[in-house]
């Protein structure tokens, strides 16, 4: 780690085709931003993406990185932390992606509390299919797909992650920009599974949820004085409808990482030349 990176030094020479304004600038600068904080650096670094608008973040950052497959990057995230410790690991993903197909593999995620930070762009949509409602979408939302609605309630992501018992749980807006990145950067900082929400507006095909809308409604915990550390505190935010809240809203203080909790705390990634014994046979067995 260093204390002489910049958040530029994250950059790569590929230029972002998102859409004009889209939220996810916003969300990838000031992941960046939060890794250049901790110390961290692009050789010490590792993003995971999956798939959508948001899973070309891994080729706008310069770290190493692995565009996986549809609700798969939590587990390639996994693998990477655990058989290299001393990696900063960010799987970075969107609402369809982590909380349909991917749902599953989320609740796994949290449960094992592997320490690495997961960060969806939430823009209750699905972007890049062009429109169609995503878990996250309101009930009477309007698609193409749904021209009445979803008619189901939204999937509360806080929820699900607190319910499979999640040491830290936190929400943030991509627009702004310097409370994103102490958001995330407390994510990081977080010894276990740093699970952060980003209200990350789609310009395009959401013109419910916009910019304008987030900034009427959105409630920062912190200016109201809530404890993160207070459980039923922090369950009741989670669960309250009626606001769209802000900052570290649940951290345990008993967290334990997967790898500590286990003692994998040793660089697997180094193996020895050539395959093992018998595993070219095994290879041949099945193929």
């Known amino acids: 780690m260093s204390s002489d990176v910049r958040f530029t030094d994250f950059k790569s020479d590929k230029q972002p085709t998102w859409c004009p304004?889209?939220?996810?600038?916003?969300t990838m600068n000031g992941m960046m931003k939060a890794l250049a904080n901790t110390g961290n650096d692009p050789d010490n670094t590792f993003v995971v993406a999956g798939i959508g608008c948001s899973g070309k973040i891994g080729t706008y950052m310069r770290s190493y990185a692995l565009h996986g497959v549809h609700g798969?990057?939590?587990?390639v995230g996994?693998?990477?932390?655990?058989?290299?410790?001393?990696?900063e690991v960010m799987v970075a993903g969107g609402d369809g992606d982590g909380y349909s197909i991917g749902a599953g593999h989320f609740v796994h995620a949290v449960r094992?509390?592997?320490?690495?930070?997961?960060?969806?762009?939430?823009?209750?949509?699905?972007?890049?299919?062009?429109g169609q409602a995503s878990p996250t979408s309101r009930s009477d939302f309007e698609t193409s797909t749904t021209p009445e609605g979803p008619q189901q309630p939204p999937v509360n992501p806080l929820a699900l992650a607190l319910a499979s018992g999640a040491t830290f749980i936190a929400q943030s807006?991509?627009?702004?920009?310097?409370?994103?990145?102490?958001?995330?950067?407390?994510?990081?900082?977080?010894?276990g599974f740093g699970f952060v929400n980003v209200f990350s507006p789609c310009v395009t095909f959401n013109d419910v949820d916009t910019y304008d809308y987030f900034r009427d409604n959105l409630v920062d915990v912190a200016e109201e004085g809530h404890d993160p550390t207070d459980y039923d505190a922090?369950?009741?935010?989670?669960?309250?409808?009626?606001?769209?809240?802000?900052?570290v809203i649940w951290q345990s203080e008993k967290s334990i990482p997967y790898g500590e909790k286990h003692g994998l705390d040793t660089d697997m990634s180094e193996v020895d030349e050539g395959a093992p014994e018998g595993a070219m046979d095994l290879v041949r067995e099945f193929y």
Not at 78 to 87: E, F, Q, R, S
Request: aromatic fraction near 6%.
């Open 21 to 26: 304004g889209c939220g996810d600038f916003g």
């Open 234 to 247: 922090a369950k009741d935010k989670i669960l309250d409808a009626s606001k769209e809240y802000q900052g």
């Open 112 to 130: 094992r509390n592997v320490d690495m930070t997961y960060v969806v762009m939430d823009n209750r949509i699905y972007g890049l299919t062009k």
């Open 72 to 75: 798969r990057a939590l587990p």
């Open 173 to 191: 807006f991509s627009t702004d920009a310097q409370r994103h990145a102490e958001i995330v950067q407390e994510a990081i900082e977080h010894d």
């Open 78 to 87: 996994t693998g990477v932390k655990l058989a290299n410790p001393d990696l």
